[in-house]
T-cell receptor, first 113, second 114 residues
Framework: GQQLNQSPQSMFIQEGEDVSMNCTSSSIFNTWLWYKQDPGEGPVLLIALYKAGELTSNGRLTAQFGITRKDSFLNISASIPSDVGIYFCAGPPVAGNNRKLIWGLGTSLAVNP | NAGVTQTPKFQVLKTGQSMTLQCAQDMNHNSMYWYRQDPGMGLRLIYY???????DKGEVPNGYNVSRLNKREFSLRLESAAPSQTSVYFCASLTGTGNTGELFFGEGSRLTVL
């Protein structure tokens, strides 16, 4: 099925470093969602973006809805150990059933204290 | 404030056995979903229910059945479990309308089929 392309696939960083990850698609989206999955838990919504060009922050996290509507970016500043987990991007397709989200495969983040 | 509750959290089955995963949400959401998560495969949609009384296939429905018992509950049944169904299963419910698509997930059910 259709998927979003997330990169990088995994990251291993030092505590205090900034992190950037992105999500791209060959088709446009009207909504971009960023989820985080802690080890052993279900994904939790971090940030939702609804407008092209939109820049939204949630604490140390900042996400942007790309102007082309085909990409989105998530940045984490000053990483801490609890940032460890898998970060997923997702969105409902513009064409087709918007009740069925399209998902990226995730970016796995490890933070070395 | 329970949100989405899944049971059981862990289950081991033998090939050919059947079981039902239960899911309930207390947020009055219309849409509910069942996903499976396998290493390197991300989240794959098995079935979803847009509203009470309706169900539709997702990306990987083979080997599964679902029942939307009422607005709160959405169960997933494996009639004859296979090792390929070893996975972590997540139930989710959807808030918002139109393109908002904000899913709330349960904690997951970890199934092993021997």
């Amino acid at each position: 099925g259709q998927q979003l392309n997330q990169s990088p696939q995994s990251m291993f960083i030092q505590e205090g470093e900034d992190v950037s990850m992105n999500c791209t698609s060959s088709s446009i989206f009207n909504t971009w969602l960023w989820y985080k999955q802690d080890p052993g838990e279900g994904p939790v919504l971090l940030i939702a973006l609804y407008k092209a060009g939109e820049l939204t922050s949630n604490g140390r996290l900042t996400a942007q809805f790309g102007i082309t509507r085909k990409d989105s970016f998530l940045n984490i500043s000053a990483s801490i150990p609890s940032d460890v987990g898998i970060y997923f991007c997702a969105g409902p397709p513009v064409a087709g059933n918007n009740r069925k989200l399209i998902w990226g495969l995730g970016t796995s983040l490890a933070v070395n204290p | 404030n329970a949100g989405v509750t899944q049971t059981p959290k862990f289950q081991v089955l033998k090939t050919g056995q059947s079981m039902t995963l239960q899911c309930a949400q207390d947020m009055n959401h219309n849409s509910m979903y069942w996903y499976r998560q396998d290493p390197g495969m991300g989240l794959r949609l098995i079935y979803y229910s847009a509203s009470e009384g309706t169900t539709d296939k997702g990306e990987v429905p083979n080997g599964y059945n679902v029942s939307r018992l009422n607005k709160r509950e959405f169960s997933l049944r494996l009639e004859s479990a296979a090792p390929s169904q070893t996975s972590v299963y997540f139930c989710a419910s959807l808030t918002g309308t139109g393109n908002t698509g904000e899913l709330f997930f349960g904690e997951g059910s970890r199934l092993t089929v021997l």
